[in-house]
């Protein structure tokens, strides 16, 4: 899938099980928008598991590319409901290089996510802000209803 923005704009791209150059590209641009090199860059999965997920169809990763550099990425999982024939996605990680922000290809991501989910059936797109992210929750407001919940992280070890 591949959807072009605007003349000048990047295109949209989901990566597909040969895209592993973009795969590293994705990680590399959410460690520097997110600066957190321990979860994107430390141990990053080899190419046997980038192939898998990336054939998966419960996964989605999208790329803007502006010629061949990914100048924004999303990362987002369906979720199949129980309660009702359905499924949300939940978007993980989304993130625009900082000399490309501003220009609409967050929403972009967005709305190439949008046609991916009501293709499959996907009964509405869910995403994570956190306080002090205001950018984000002015993009998330503009773009849909928000919930004030409480966020919970309950560790394995």
């Known amino acids: 899938m591949t959807q072009e923005i605007g003349k000048d704009d990047p295109i949209i791209r989901r990566l597909t099980p040969d895209d592993g150059r973009y795969f590293s590209s994705m990680l590399d641009l959410f460690d520097v928008a997110f600066d957190d090199p321990e979860n994107y860059s430390s141990a990053r999965p080899g190419s046997a598991y980038q192939r898998t997920l990336l054939a998966r169809d419960d996964f989605v990763a999208l790329v803007a590319l502006t010629g061949q550099d990914v100048t924004g990425a999303l990362v987002a999982y369906e979720l199949p409901k129980f309660e009702q024939e359905r499924s949300e996605f939940y978007i993980y990680d989304l993130a625009v290089s900082e000399r490309c922000r501003r220009r609409g290809v967050a929403t972009a991501l967005i709305e190439?996510?949008?046609?991916?989910?009501?293709?499959?059936?996907?009964?509405?797109?869910?995403?994570?802000?956190?306080y002090g992210d205001d950018p984000a929750v002015a993009l998330y407001t503009k773009l849909g209803t928000r919930e004030d919940v409480m966020h919970f992280d309950l560790h394995l070890d």
Do not use: E, S, Y
Not at 112 to 130: E, H, P
């Open 112 to 130: 190439a996510l949008r046609q991916i989910a009501k293709r499959t059936g996907g009964a509405v797109l869910f995403v994570q802000a956190d």
